[in-house]
């Protein structure tokens, strides 16, 4: 049996936005925390965040204001769903999505993998009124598969 060389736990250690133009922004921050973890039945999920993010005032969970759900939001990205792999490229079906627009799609990713990091790059897509085509880069943990 081939042994499917994304299954595991990655660490996000980059998250950058790339322009058309050239301009590399972080919209995370350099600092940005998270994961994708790839199943060996064909799942993914994925969650990453700004370093630092404010809590919200209350501890209720739906009580937060506008002004901290926004906040919340454009510091946080997630979703979930099966994969495949084609070619030179890794196809995320999402199914859940913190932005209801990928839910039911599917996004392609195109990678390589560098020793013991996964490199993903998306194609371009409308990012605050620019294409901008995401670059990131996951550090294999050490942790039980």
């Known amino acids: 049996m081939i042994e499917n060389p ?4 990655w660490r996000l250690i980059s998250c950058e936005l790339r322009s058309v133009n050239g301009q590399i922004s972080y919209p995370m921050g350099k600092d940005a925390q998270g994961y994708i973890i790839y199943s060996r039945d064909g799942y993914l999920s994925v969650a990453f965040m700004s370093s630092g ?4 005032a209350s501890d209720d969970l739906r009580a937060g204001s ?10 946080y990205f997630s979703y979930c769903g099966r994969y495949e792999v084609r070619d030179e490229a890794v196809i995320h079906h999402v199914e859940v999505s913190l932005f209801p627009n990928w839910t ?3 996004q392609e990713r195109r990678y390589r993998f560098d020793q013991d990091q996964l490199i993903l ?10 294409e901008q085509a995401a670059h990131l ?3 294999k943990t050490a942790g039980r598969e």
Request: net charge negative.
């Open 104 to 106: 039911g799609k599917s």
């Open 121 to 130: 790059s998306a194609p371009p897509v409308l990012i605050d009124g620019i």
């Open 137 to 139: 880069v996951w550090q």
């Open 53 to 56: 993010r404010n809590p919200f």
């Open 66 to 75: 506008a002004e901290e759900k926004v906040q919340a939001f454009d510091t």
């Open 6 to 9: 994304f299954v595991g736990a």
